[in-house]
């Protein structure tokens, strides 16, 4: 891979998570009005699984494109559709707000259900490659 190719691949794959994650937290905030912050949790979650996925995908290097793959996936998009500073952001506020229950929720929950997502994004990956 020529050396300018890895910040290609992360700059659209970047610019793609970003459209997506911009995309979908105004499609749930539109469908589901909460105060508990619905879009970014969704988000983060669908994240973990897909890393997963692509992890387990690229550990197993079924591709001669396996790295090119990690970086415009990997870290290009998913590090682009990812929020954990809004998630973190999101849980000050609820806690600032007064709502300790909705805030512990969104953090212990983000992270808990998280790694099951990760968990399972990685299950589901090594399940595909075989």
């Known amino acids: 891979m020529p050396s300018w190719l890895p910040y290609v691949l992360v700059g659209v794959g970047g610019c793609l998570g970003s459209v997506t994650r911009f995309a979908v937290a105004r499609y749930i905030g539109g469908v589901v009005d ?3 912050p619905l879009g970014t949790f969704v988000i983060n979650m669908t994240a973990s699984f897909l890393l997963g996925v692509v992890g387990s995908i690229v550990a197993a290097r079924v591709s001669p494109t396996s790295e090119a ?51 399972l994004g990685v299950v589901f990956g090594r399940w595909w490659i075989t």
Request: glycine share 14%; hydrophobic share 50%.
């Open 69 to 119: 793959i990690r970086v415009a996936i990997g870290v290009g998009f998913i590090g682009g559709y990812s929020t954990f500073s809004t998630l973190e952001y999101e849980t000050h506020n609820l806690l600032e707000a007064g709502e300790l229950l909705m805030g512990l929720a969104n953090a212990i929950g983000s992270l808990a259900l998280g790694m099951v997502a990760v968990r």
């Open 34 to 36: 909460a105060r508990f």
